[in-house]
């Protein structure tokens, strides 16, 4: 019975707690010191309707999602230029704005597209103030996509940081009555649109991970009536199983250089974590050895160190093992409960799961200052996930009786909800960049 005990804690901390149908987005705090941006309606030339992408609307709330710029209302656009010979500057500095996005969308025929964006620095001079300039021939499909690039684009240009706009998001979605669970396996544009189904099931499905080029998933499935990890090829859908040891499988997460695999398992009765070479079929490789609950292992930037979670001190805390083996380094002490890492793509950063007097929140630990800082207000935030820029994370959060997902910037300063139509959200994981 404590083994069982042992085993139902340790899915707790890997899976979170319990989607996604359609998304609209919310904001839930502004951003003190945003940049004002203006960014005006793109011009349609074609024939009626237009298509049904707006692009300038799509790149305003990027811009706004991440937390680094504020874009003027609609309402407060004081002129439309479409064009660069059509931009009088003077007009936008009134409006107390420092940029200024333009564009345009052309049919071509045969369902291409082109698009033009133009990018301004409203104090500049005329001859100084386009920042940047770019034009794009797509198909209707692409549109979306292309102006998550031009938003990417745009943060590049502003911020001297890449964006991630142009990424994708994988998560679960939980619905129906509790005798009649439905479960599925889903990815998304970052902002939730574009929205398709990889799996379907009547068992959980939990704690997918992304391979580093972004073309396969590793998730947990119990459509067997128990823990295992696939990996699944998102281009062709083809699944591949590779772990179903006795006992616990589950907490996937990449190497990487792809190659691995490291998965918290109890095939000897204790969950501990191991590595498993995904090009040899060699038996996983156990690397903690410890008579307390190890899971939840993400891998460090370099390939070099596993992150953690483990109560060999009593409590879940984050620990850090080199991957060859060797001491075990605790990395929190801040507070009773840290669990779930995530770490930063420039390994800077740890985010986690805090609790704290009975509310789980997100906090962030830095490194290389020991600075923590607790990110959300709770009362039950779980599954942090990095962007591939380090600049936001997205969870899983509380919100009127239901989990949704939610983002926040590194600093704590910004965030959005992403509102589902219905049911539950539970382990968000967001994707590297797309190819």
Request: glycine share 10%; charged share 15%.
């Amino acid at each position: 019975m404590r083994t069982i005990r042992r085993l139902l804690a340790v899915l707790l901390i890997c899976a979170g707690t319990p989607a996604w149908a359609g998304l609209t987005i919310q904001i839930t705090r502004g951003v003190e010191g945003a940049v004002p941006i203006a960014v005006v309606p793109f011009a349609w030339s074609g024939p009626t309707p237009a298509p049904p992408q707006d692009i300038g609307a799509i790149i305003g709330a990027d811009l706004a999602r991440s937390g680094r710029f504020a874009p003027l209302p609609a309402k407060d656009l004081i002129a439309h230029p479409t064009a660069p010979g059509r931009v009088n500057l003077a007009n936008w500095r009134v409006l107390g704005v420092n940029n200024l996005v333009i564009g345009s969308v052309r049919a071509l025929g045969s369902g291409r597209y082109r698009v033009e964006v133009y990018l301004y620095d409203v104090y500049q001079s005329p001859q100084q103030a386009q920042l940047l300039g770019r034009r794009f021939t797509v198909s209707a499909a692409q549109l979306r996509r292309t102006a998550h690039h031009i938003s990417d684009l745009i943060y590049r240009q502003l911020t001297g940081q890449p964006g991630a706009f142009d990424t994708r998001v994988a998560y679960v979605t939980v619905s129906g009555p509790l005798k009649a669970r439905r479960y599925a396996l889903k990815v998304a544009d970052s902002d939730g649109y574009n929205a398709h189904t990889v799996l379907q099931s009547t068992q959980p499905i939990m704690s997918p991970a992304w391979s580093p080029n972004g073309t396969r998933l590793a998730y947990v499935s119990f459509e067997h009536g128990r823990s295992e990890v696939y990996i699944q090829d998102l281009a062709t859908g083809a699944r591949r199983l590779v772990s179903s040891f006795a006992g616990l499988n589950s907490a996937p997460a990449w190497s990487p250089d792809g190659r691995e695999l490291a998965l918290t398992l109890s095939r000897r009765g204790n969950p501990e974590i191991y590595i498993l070479d995904l090009t040899t079929g060699k038996p996983p490789r156990r690397i903690t050895h410890d008579p307390a609950i190890d899971t939840s292992a993400v891998w460090m930037p370099d390939g070099r160190n596993l992150v953690f979670t483990s109560d060999r001190g009593g409590g879940p805390q984050l620990y850090e093992i080199p991957v060859q083996g060797g001491p075990v380094t605790r990395l929190t002490f801040d507070g009773s409960y840290n669990a779930a890492p995530s770490v930063s793509p420039d390994g800077e950063r740890i985010a986690m799961v805090h609790g704290q007097g009975g509310s789980y929140r997100i906090a962030v630990l830095d490194l290389k200052s020991g600075l923590f800082q607790v990110l959300t207000d709770g009362p039950l935030d779980d599954s942090p996930s990095f962007a591939p820029n380090g600049q936001m994370i997205l969870y899983s959060a509380q919100y009127h009786g239901r989990r949704v997902l939610t983002t926040v910037t590194v600093e704590g300063r910004a965030g959005q909800r992403l509102l589902s139509q219905a049911g539950d959200v539970q382990s968000p994981a967001w994707g590297p960049y797309r190819k």
